[in-house]
């Protein structure tokens, strides 16, 4: 299962006997029109009929494998197909179809609960399939429970969503093949470490979270990490959400004279910070998570506020055009779409090259939809996915990039 060799081309002499009479004429001279002709060779030249013989039979055994061959490889695809998750599953298995496809390769779905149910039943349903590899996991359960199996095997697993470390961890000691295009619990907090570190240098600055489990460990790895450089935030304080206005909180960070500010919070809060901010001309540049791509129905962004967040790849330059390729078959290239595409197409790529796929997929750089990918030796994504966005006319966009309206 494991060793893997796409499109594999026969040699070309044996391809040609088994397809066409004429082209073993060409090569061997050998008459096919009568037995007279056929003894006379064989008594001047035996060993050469040796050679056809068996070439016969490597040809005919080339045509007993062509089937296989012409199919291409197939690609387990784990997603949920009901209940409130099935619409990123259809996510999922829209781009891993589309990718599949323009590689002559297949997928067979398999549907993923995303709850205690979800045992090893997957991990016989993608080994039943004879899949080379699959993709999806949106869920810790599924994934957890099939990886022992699919490890086995030799059948590598990308999820998609699953951001578990202690998962990671315990696949990397158990050598489980499995590798994530997620991004990883740590990498957020790294890229806006790199972000503050480079920006904000000599600006004195704050970090406020909302209280919340994960903005407070986001801001509190944020700040050790700045702190082990020798950048001390001026200001650092526990806010209270979901208020309709915040001007004490800009009113107190103005006075403690930070001009620029990092929020663990969510989109409203920040909304309403910046909004209040600029109400009591206080010249804060705001900077928060990944929590500021949230829907926010009620109170506007205000241009300028920065995100640490995973762009959307369908505005990029590798995701454009296989973006608007989909939107002609009535595919949106939004949330999931353009990563499953991206891992199937990495996998279909590993494939070519032959041998142990787990191996060639870990040493591998591959270019997709959501941009060049690899992994390192601990199975995350190389490069962190996550980059510096800014609100500009009703959108996230990369920082420095100009929105496709002007």
């Excluded at 050469?48 to 007993?64: D, E, I, Q, W, Y």
């Excluded at 022992?148 to 030799?154: D, G, M, N, Q």
């Excluded at 407070?216 to 001026?234: D, H, N, T, W, Y």
């Excluded at 790529?349 to 997929?361: H, R, V, Y």
Aim: net charge negative.
């Amino acid at each position: 299962m494991a060793k893997v060799k796409k499109n594999v081309s026969p040699d070309v002499e044996f391809s040609c006997l088994v397809r066409d009479k004429r082209s073993i004429a060409s090569i061997f001279p050998f008459d096919l029109k009568g037995p007279d002709r056929t003894k006379g060779i064989i008594a001047t030249d035996g060993l050469r009929m040796k050679t056809v013989f068996l070439a016969s039979l490597f040809g005919s055994a080339l045509l007993a494998v062509s089937p296989a061959l012409a199919a291409g490889l197939t690609f387990a695809v784990v997603a949920p197909d009901a209940g409130p998750l099935a619409i990123l599953g259809q996510q999922v298995r829209d781009g891993a179809r589309v990718a599949a496809e323009a590689n002559g390769d297949t997928i067979v779905e398999i549907p993923e609960g995303c709850d205690e149910k979800d045992d090893d039943g997957i991990a016989k349903a993608i080994l039943s399939a004879n899949a080379v590899a699959a993709v999806g996991f949106l869920c810790t359960e599924g994934l957890s429970a099939a990886l022992p199996a699919l490890a086995e095997a030799k059948v590598p697993a990308i999820t998609l969503s699953v951001r578990s470390g202690i998962l990671m961890e315990d696949a990397l000691k158990k050598k489980w093949p499995l590798f994530r295009l997620a991004p990883g619990p740590k990498a957020e907090a790294d890229k806006a470490v790199e972000v503050i570190t480079r920006d904000w240098k000599s600006e004195p600055f704050a970090l406020i979270d909302d209280g919340t489990i994960h903005a407070r460990e986001l801001v509190e790895a944020i700040r050790l990490r700045l702190e082990e450089v020798g950048m001390k935030a001026a200001f650092v304080d526990t806010y209270r959400p979901a208020q309709e206005q915040q001007l004490t909180l800009v009113r107190r960070l103005a006075k403690t004279g930070v001009t620029h500010v990092f929020v663990g919070g969510d989109r409203t809060d920040v909304a309403v910070i910046a909004r209040d901010a600029a109400a009591e001309k206080a010249p804060l540049a705001l900077l928060g998570g990944e929590a500021l791509l949230g829907a926010d129905p009620t109170v506007p962004m205000t241009d300028g506020v920065e995100a640490i967040a995973l762009p959307d790849y369908q505005s990029l330059p590798a995701g454009e055009p296989v973006a608007k390729a989909m939107l002609a078959r009535d595919i949106v290239a939004e949330g999931y779409v353009l990563p499953a595409h991206a891992a199937v197409t990495a996998l279909a790529a590993a494939a070519t090259e032959g041998g142990d796929l787990t191996e060639k997929l870990a040493a591998g750089r591959f270019d997709t939809a959501i941009g060049p990918l690899a992994f390192g030796t601990d199975h995350e994504l190389s490069a962190n996915p996550y980059q510096l966005l800014v609100w500009k006319d009703g959108a996230f966009v990369p920082a420095g990039a100009t929105p496709e309206s002007e």
